[in-house]
């Protein structure tokens, strides 16, 4: 009998023979140490991580460990379902019965302003993830989901960094507000959850589009759909972790040393070796993120 485990983390990967970054990832949820998880990732050919901040104390640790670990980048951003709990006072952030606590609006600008002054920083390479959640927000929470949007969009632009975007069920409003603010040089949709139609916009606009786990999923062939069609110089791999955990492993923890699993499933679907995919990608990725 197998004593393997929804919590058993899966076994590691052949490493790459071309190195590669997460573009995405979450240490300060993911369990063991910052140093354990960069060794196991950089012990397969994942050399560098980007640690994505989704509310100010998520940030501020981002930011503090992207400071103290080379391997490490930052962004830093309120996550779209942050700004209508901040706002609404209500700690799910999507119910309807949660009323607005006095001077919602002013701790949102007040948690904005930490971002602003953490995305000033040398390290923070990004804004986000920013975006649009219209799965987990109710329509009480829309006004405030998009004030926050188009205020990360102003401050990556201000401070000339990726806009790192969240986009849940959203994809024509995300459009549209990119579209009616402005789009910063760099814009990454986190998660690409977006057709072959999508990936073709996207493309037009020279937004980057960055595949986790979940293209491996058996009903994700419109996601594999829109990666055959995305170009090669706009494609980024990332895990999401803890979420997202590929196939064979979905529902086990994920971390950023099974990136390789990712990878390899890409390859496949765009018809690339896996070393041209794997070079494209960490190219894309220090173009994306600056460094």
């Excluded at 929804?6 to 240490?27: G, M, N, Q």
């Excluded at 579209?179 to 606009?205: I, L, N, T």
């Excluded at 070796?273 to 990725?285: G, P, S, Y």
């Amino acid at each position: 009998m197998s004593s393997t485990t929804k919590d058993t983390p899966p076994p590691l990967p052949e490493p790459l023979r071309v190195a590669v970054a997460d573009s995405h990832t979450h240490l300060d949820m993911q369990n063991g140490t910052v140093e354990e998880a960069l060794a196991k990732a950089a012990s397969v050919g994942v050399t560098t991580v980007v640690q994505v901040g989704c509310d100010v104390n998520g940030s501020r640790w981002a930011a503090e460990t992207a400071a103290a670990y080379e391997a490490v980048h930052a962004t830093v951003a309120l996550h779209p379902n942050e700004a209508p709990r901040i706002v609404l006072g209500d700690p799910d952030g999507w119910s309807r019965q949660g009323a607005r606590e006095a001077g919602g609006d002013a701790a949102l600008d007040a948690a904005l302003a930490e971002i602003d002054a953490l995305a000033a920083l040398p390290h923070v390479r990004g804004v986000g993830e920013t975006g649009l959640d219209h799965f987990r927000t109710g329509p009480d929470g829309m006004a405030a989901q998009q004030r926050s949007f188009r205020a990360h969009i102003e401050i990556a632009k201000r401070h000339g960094k990726a806009l790192v975007i969240h986009d849940r069920e959203a994809h024509d409003d995300v459009l549209r507000i990119l579209r009616e603010e402005g789009a910063p040089e760099r814009v990454v949709f986190h998660c690409y959850s977006g057709d072959a139609e999508m990936a073709k916009v996207c493309a037009e606009a020279g937004y980057y589009m960055s595949f986790a786990g979940n293209v491996t999923f058996k009903n994700a062939q419109p996601l594999r759909d829109a990666l055959a069609v995305a170009p090669p110089e706009l494609v980024l791999v990332e895990t999401d972790a803890p979420f997202l955990t590929p196939a064979p492993y979905r529902g086990r923890p994920n971390a950023p040393y099974l990136i390789p699993v990712t990878l390899r499933a890409m390859a496949e679907v765009t018809g690339m070796t896996e070393e041209a995919l794997a070079t494209a990608v960490a190219a894309n990725t220090a173009r994306a993120f600056g460094y």
